[in-house]
């Protein structure tokens, strides 16, 4: 979490304690000072070896303007410090609710970074672990949103570490920093194989016989008195300019077939694929507008059709795991 070079076990002693004291929030994180930590940088040591040396020679060699050059020196750096706390300090950062992906697919971690006084603020950067990081910079009384893209490489529930966000504004000679953890875990989807199709066994046909409805078909099958509580929008309002009263259009279709997605049509590939494949079914069906539904292993969602009925099954692909089967068929775990 902290930008400068550490050995490893120290890195991960100095995050868990980060971890421990800067608990996980699910909204909102203001930067007070009590969550605002300040290093010298690199730079900043140099910096730091350069005014002892430069010290000791104007000691030395009783020289006053060595003594003015120094002091002068110190005082950028204590004003520098001051300078790169106060550029955090105050600064609240609110993360949005993010996205389901699949894997493979980029998780965009999205961030609204605002303050509420009067000054501005420079080269604010936020990071994820040692992804590249990004930098924004806040007007008087601003905000600004911030987007860190990761990969999701494994499926299921993925919960992000720690977010950095730092400065090293103006002069570079200090790191001020602060540790944030929001709890919102992503959803990421099992990767959906490439050219699949519905098969002809999955499908679950209609008698063809047709239905009539005011809301759904293709053919126009006639007019009707318009009952009430009806949408207005299927009203033949050239019917009505006649003097025919209010009727309501109504139309007719074939019944689609409906499907069923199950585990036991993946025999082939790893657990992975076949979840995989699985996946491809549940899109595939949903761009065909057809009323599909999912059996898994303990689990079964009844057949539906629309966007919530398709995070639905998603999610169940996300979050299957092979004790489910085990439990299902009764395979003890080792």
Known sequence: ???????????????????????????????????????????????????????????????????????????????????????????????????????????????????????????IGLQYGEQTPTYIGLGPAGSSEAVLRLPATRRGQFRPRGVTVFTRYPTGLFHAWGWLRFDLPILVYPKPQARVRLEQSMLEQYDGATSTSTIEGDDFAGLREHREGESLRHISWK????????????FQGHARP???????????????????????????????????????????????FGSAHKHACLYALAVFRQRDIDAEFGVEQG
């Open 258 to 304: 409906s499907v069923w997605i199950d585990w036991e049509q993946a025999r082939e590939g790893s657990f992975e694929d076949r979840l995989g494949f699985l996946t491809a079914l549940v899109l595939e069906a949903e761009n065909e507008e057809q009323k599909y539904g999912l059996r898994l292993p303990g689990t079964t969602i009844e057949q539906g």
């Open 1 to 123: 979490m902290v930008s400068l070079a550490l050995p490893g076990p120290l890195r991960r002693r100095i995050d868990r304690w980060f971890e421990v004291h800067n608990p996980p929030s699910g909204d909102c994180i203001k930067l007070h000072n009590r969550r605002l930590y300040i290093l010298p940088t690199r730079f900043g040591y140099l910096f730091a070896v350069m005014l002892l040396f430069l010290f000791l020679a104007a000691i030395n060699y009783q020289n006053s303007m060595a003594f003015v050059l120094t002091f002068m020196l110190t005082s950028l750096a204590i004003i520098s410090l001051w300078h790169t706390h106060k550029n955090l300090l105050g600064v609240s950062v609110r993360a949005q609710i993010p996205r389901p992906v699949f894997c493979g697919e980029q998780v965009e971690l999205r961030f609204e970074v605002s303050h509420a006084n009067k000054s501005r603020r420079y080269a």
């Open 239 to 250: 019917a009505y300019a006649r003097g025919k009263g209010l009727l309501t259009k109504t």
